[in-house]
């Protein structure tokens, strides 16, 4: 009775192992198996007149699948490059990796930022001097800090789905002209990433060229700032115009932007700028996966250029706080049906700088916030070579 016993405990003992093995192995049955697709990362840039180059160091790239409540992160890139991104426009974007994940829905992403350079030459011929930096238009270079926070990378909250056996693209769109901050009463210029993940199965592309107005032979125009701009009738003044993409026009005058489809009854405003040119506008409607060609012809300013200057104070202020600075301005899209008002300049600036920036005559509106401070707007009139004062002050929100 022993000898029968111990053979059925070795029988169901064995009989567990091979479950255990098989179960390990995915071999239970096609219910408990997991299928896996390949997600491909890239990165982008929606870019900035203000610098020669922006430099910026991505050591990885991370996500988090839906229903992982231990916190666990995967990487499914580690490019440890120093990327220049005022030259991923236009449509040049760099890989950052390619990986194959559990078919699924990731809820979030976060971008590591490097520490230290690669072994690569900037714009200036000579090595990288930090891992992430500027190039002002005197040649002047200038570390960015980053702020303590961001010790365990750049979450970036975007839902997106792995299908088996096929490929999801994203492109990592890293904001340059809304993440640099100028620097305050710190002296230190910041990095406050700010990035959007796009998916190019669901975005449209605008290109086109732009030129000086009234040229022939056509005057191509280099460096002009080229923005999609989604315009809000009510709310915050803040929110009352958004610019969701912007790039620079190449060599040729040529720009291109992947823009999502717009909802039922919504459009963009894109706006061409350049600095001793007035601003043009064109109002556009896009569908899923369309292609749509937008020329401009930018008039030249025939008057001295004015500025506005002032200082920057926000009250109460968290360590590292700056606030965001848009100069407006009323102009005619000729698809409108109105006088539309858009973004001319953009920019953010630390707790206690100054800024000074050079304008056409004109009427503009200044629109200035920060988180938790209440939005701040002033009517600033620019003359012809003259200086307007505007200092800002922020105060926090009830």
Known sequence: MIMSFMKG???????????????????????DSVGQGTLSTSLTDTSTDEYQAIYVTIDGVEVHKSGNGNGQWETVATPEKTYNLLELVNGVRETLGVANLDAGHYTQMRLIIGKNPDQGLNILSTQHPFANYFIDQNNEVKELKIPSGMNTGVKVVNGFNINENQTTELLLDFNAMHSVVKAGSSGKYLLKPTVKVVDTADYAIVSGVVAEDGTDPQVLLEGTLVTAQLPVTSGDPKDQVVIDAGTLSDENGAYSLFLAPNEPGDSYNLVASLSGYHPVCSTLTLGADSVTEVNFDLPVVTTSLGTVLGEVRIN??????????????????????????????????????????????????????????????????????????????LDPAP
């Open 9 to 31: 405990l070795h029988r169901f003992l064995f009989c567990l192992l091979i479950g255990i093995v098989l179960s390990a192995c995915g071999g239970g049955g096609d219910g």
């Open 316 to 393: 109460n202020t968290a360590v590292d706080q700056f606030a965001t600075i848009e100069f407006r301005q009323e102009v005619s899209c000729p698809t409108a049906s109105e006088i539309e008002t858009v973004t001319v300049r953009s920019f953010n600036i630390a707790d206690g700088g100054n800024y000074s920036i050079e304008l056409p005559e004109g009427s503009y509106q200044l629109v200035a916030w920060s988180y938790g401070m209440l939005t701040v707007a002033y009517d600033i009139s620019v003359t012809a070579g003259g200086d307007t004062t505007q200092h800002i002050t």
